[in-house]
T-cell receptor, first 113, second 116 residues
Framework: GEDVEQSLFLSVREGDSSVINCTYT??????LYWYKQEPGAGLQLLTY?????DMKQDQRLTVLLNKKDKHLSLRIADTQTGDSAIYFCAERGNSGGYQKVTFGTGTKLQVIP | KAGVTQTPRYLIKTRGQQVTLSCSPI?????VSWYQQTPGQGLQFLFEYFSETQRNKGNFPGRFSGRQFSNSRSEMNVSTLELGDSALYLCASRPTSTSGGRNEQFFGPGTRLTVL
């Protein structure tokens, strides 16, 4: 079945850049997403990239996609304490004619003031 | 538009009991998915409903069931609760289950279930 993997933990200093990595196995992926989850809350969509794109930039966020290696990354520039959260990578593929979204295990980002 | 709402937000049950969780999707969204989130297992897909029919199902025992009503609201039921069912149960809605485009999921705040 489909699998999405992420490292569990990342610690950075405030003002530095954060890079969160994700690998996936589903070659039929069409869209890939990054979600953010703050404590006690649900998941909030941060950004997404279509599978035929290599890069997408959205303010402080840069998404890089290497489709050949099935590797996705999220770079957060000038990381702030408010960026501390769990970040989930997700890929959308097809399952029996219907779309199925598979989530990674989540990466907990800790920003040190 | 109002977001995805889930009720109740917090629930405490004892082993052996059963529980029903409710999810109201964003207006106009017809697809509702349920996820279980635990510290050890991360986010696990339970099932997806579209137009009152279950479209996809994750790898959970039959104690976990769901349904969707004609107004797209969905309920999830867990029977014979076990300690390991303690988790945050998240509901997500999206416009359809098959169309192209972003068709992204919007998540509710979750229901925190504690089984004692």
């Amino acid at each position: 079945g489909e699998d999405v993997e992420q490292s569990l933990f990342l610690s950075v200093r405030e003002g530095d850049s954060s890079v969160i990595n994700c690998t996936y196995t589903d070659s039929s992926s069409t869209y890939l997403y990054w979600y953010k989850q703050e404590p006690g809350a649900g998941l909030q969509l941060l950004t997404y990239i279509f599978s035929n794109m290599d890069m997408k930039q959205d303010q402080r966020l840069t998404v890089l996609l290497n489709k050949k290696d099935k590797h996705l990354s999220l770079r957060i520039a000038d990381t702030q304490t408010g960026d501390s959260a769990i970040y989930f990578c997700a890929e959308r593929g097809n399952s029996g004619g219907y779309q199925k979204v598979t989530f990674g295990t989540g990466t907990k980002l800790q920003v040190i003031p | 538009k109002a977001g995805v709402t889930q009720t109740p937000r917090y629930l405490i049950k004892t082993r052996g009991q059963q529980v029903t969780l409710s999810c109201s999707p964003i207006s106009g969204h017809r697809s509702v998915s349920w996820y279980q989130q635990t510290p050890g297992q991360g986010l696990q897909f339970l099932f997806e409903y579209f137009s009152e029919t279950q479209r996809n199902k994750g790898n959970f025992p039959g104690r976990f069931s769901g349904r969707q009503f004609s107004n797209s609201r969905s309920e999830m039921n867990v029977s014979t609760l076990e300690l390991g069912d303690s988790a945050l149960y998240l509901c997500a809605s999206r416009p359809t289950s098959t169309s192209g485009g972003r068709n992204e999921q919007f998540f509710g705040p979750g229901t925190r279930l504690t089984v004692l």
